[in-house]
């Protein structure tokens, strides 16, 4: 299985996701893959926020060799599950293409621990929410693995 996290910059949640989703494949044994991306061009080639990675540190989990690319058409054939962060990720990532095989693969990540819910992860940019976004983040990751 070949996962994708996605937000906006690609610099604060996906990073985050990508490295508690690694960190719960490693856990778990599995034969998956994860990495991220944003939407935007904004952060290309930077290190995570600082804030990210002092959080991910505070949970033992290392995200500094991470480093921010954009979303790309292919990402679609490449990866089996593409989990954005937030209704905007979504409506950017569904301009992009307009086969419904690839449309299918993307999903709000907080769907799956808080289903039917449309919960969208805050962007903690701005806010300052790290710990509260690693949280969702762990507990909908977990429901990946449960599921799968």
């Known amino acids: 299985m070949r ?3 996605v937000c906006l910059g690609n610099i604060c949640r996906s990073p985050l996701a990508e490295g508690i989703m690694r960190e719960k494949i490693k856990e778990n044994g599995l034969d998956w893959e994860v990495d991220s991306a944003g939407t935007s061009s904004y952060h290309i080639g930077e290190k995570p926020d600082p804030r990210s990675i002092e959080t991910g540190d505070l ?3 290392d995200i500094r060799g991470q480093r921010a690319r954009q979303f790309k058409r292919i990402d679609f054939d490449l990866f089996d599950k593409i ?3 937030d209704n905007s990720n979504y409506s950017d990532i569904a301009s992009m293409t307009d086969n419904l095989k690839h449309l299918e ?3 709000l990540i907080l769907e799956e621990g808080y289903p039917g819910e449309n919960r969208e992860v805050p962007d903690p940019y701005w806010n300052n929410r ?6 969702m983040l762990d507990h909908s990751c977990e429901q990946i693995v449960l599921k799968n």
């Open 83 to 85: 989990y954005v962060m």
């Open 3 to 5: 996962l994708l996290m």
């Open 59 to 61: 949970n033992g989990i």
């Open 105 to 107: 693969k993307v999903k």
């Open 130 to 135: 790290f710990s509260d976004v690693f949280q």
